[in-house]
Nanobody
């Protein structure tokens, strides 16, 4: 069964840091471009960052310089290290990939940044 499972969310003060993880199973993790998305309450889901097979990252402008996406293919895990967090980063964070021409999403992990 192809599956993505996020973890590591929580409550953090503004200016703080948090690392969230996404573990994949049921597929060859190293062959997939992976992405982090987030959805704040009442807003559309938005792309945060992606990482290619070779580890090349891309970021949405609002998180550049603050967030770092990475992957460890030996652990089938993708990470998002978030620093200098702001209240506007509060959202449910999801990992996503494409498998057999369909989107696969994790269940999400909640990140709350208090002012």
């Amino acid at each position: 069964q192809v599956q993505l499972v996020e973890s590591g969310g929580g409550l953090v003060q503004a200016g703080g840091s948090l690392r969230i993880s996404c573990v994949g199973s049921g597929f060859i993790f190293s062959t997939k471009t992976m992405g982090w998305y987030r959805q704040a309450s009442g807003k559309q889901r938005e792309l945060v960052a992606t990482i290619s097979l070779g580890g090349t990252p891309t970021y949405v402008n609002s998180v550049k310089g603050r967030f770092t996406i990475s992957r460890d293919n030996t652990k089938n895990t993708m990470y998002l290290q978030m620093t200098s967090l702001k209240p506007e980063d509060t959202a449910d964070y999801y990992c996503r990939m494409i498998y057999a021409n369909r989107e696969v999403w994790g269940q999400g992990t909640q990140v709350t940044v208090s002012a």
